[in-house]
C-alpha cells in the first residue's frame, strides 16, 4: 500500500481568532504585491481554487464566492424594488458588481474602492470569477476612500453596498463602521433606501460584532436593522451582513414577489425559500440582541476585528 507523504505540500494558513484557522494545500501563488494599503495575493489553493487573498485573508475563492455576494446584494435589492442607482463601496474583486448587474432596472452603479491596484488585479487575474464585470458600461469607478467619497458626494442612491475588508486595527476600512458614518449614509439614501454591509463572523461565540452593528444602526436612525447570514465553505464560517432600511425591511418582502423576482435573476444559492432561511436569526442572536448592552462604534471608539 502506497502511503501519501502530506508533509511534502506547503500550506497557506488563515487565522480566524488567536487560536483557530484554517489552512488549504498552496497549489500555487500566481500573483503578490504590497501596494499603498494591503498586501494582495492571487492563488490557487487545495480544493477551494482561484482565490484572492488581502493580507493573509481569503476574500473570495472561485468555489463558493457565490454564496457570499448573493446574499450582499440581492437582499437589499430585491428589498429595494426597483433600484435604478447603487453605490458599491470596496469590492475590488468585482463580484459584488457582477451581481447588481444582473439587475435591468439599474441605470448606473458607481464603485468606489480605495486601492486601484485591487481593481487591476481582479480585472486581469479574476476575469473567469467576476465575468468581466468592470467592463459593463453602467459602471462608474471611481479610486478613492470609501467614507471620503460618501460624505462629499451630494447624490443619492437607492441602495448602497459595504464591501470592504473587515475592520482591522491599523487596516484600510475600520472607519467605515462608526455611528457617524452609518449617519451620513443614511442621508445620501433615496427615501426608501438600504444600505447592505458584509458584518464578519456569526457563530454563538461569536456575535460582538453582527450585535454592535445592529446596536450602530439603530442609533443611526434607521427605520428597520435586518441580518442575514450563511456559511461560507471556503471560509469554514457562518457569514454575517446586516441591513439597515429607511423603507421596508427584507421581512416585508412577500414569497409571491420573491418568486417573481428569483424567475427574472439568474443565481445559484438564493431561491425564495433560501432568502426567507438565511434572513431568520438563530435563538443566541436574538437573545443576545435583547440582552445585550454592546458597544456602539463611534468614530472616537471603533471596534476591531481579528
Ligand atoms: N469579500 C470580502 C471579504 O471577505 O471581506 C471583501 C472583498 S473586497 C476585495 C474588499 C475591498 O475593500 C478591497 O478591494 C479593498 O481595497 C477595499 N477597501 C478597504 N478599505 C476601503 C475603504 N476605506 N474605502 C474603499 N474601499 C476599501
Redesign the pocket.
Known sequence: MQIKDRSRYKFYFDWTDDSSGIFYSIKNIIFSKQTQ??YIEVAELGNIGLC?I?DG?I??SEVDEFI?HEVLVHIPLITFGEPRNVLV?????GCTIREVFKYKTVKRCVM????KD?VEISKEYLAKINRSSFFDPRLELVIE???KFVEGTREKFDVIII????PIEYG??YM?FTKEFMETVKSKLTDNGIVSI?SNILSPGETRFLVAMYKTLEKAGFNKVSSASACVNSFMLNWAFIFGSKGRAPEDVSYDELKSKFSEIDTKFLTPDMFKAVISKPKYLEDRLKSADDQIITDEKPLFVF
Not at 463601496?89 to 474583486?93: E, V
Not at 468606489?112 to 486601492?115: F, G, P, R
Request: aromatic share 6%; net charge negative.
Open positions: 494599503y494591503q484572492l488581502i485573508k476574500q473570495i457570499y463601496i470596496g469590492g475590488g474583486d468606489v474602492d480605495i486601492d485591487v476612500d470609501g467614507r464591501d470592504t475588508v473587515d484600510p476600512s467605515l458584509q
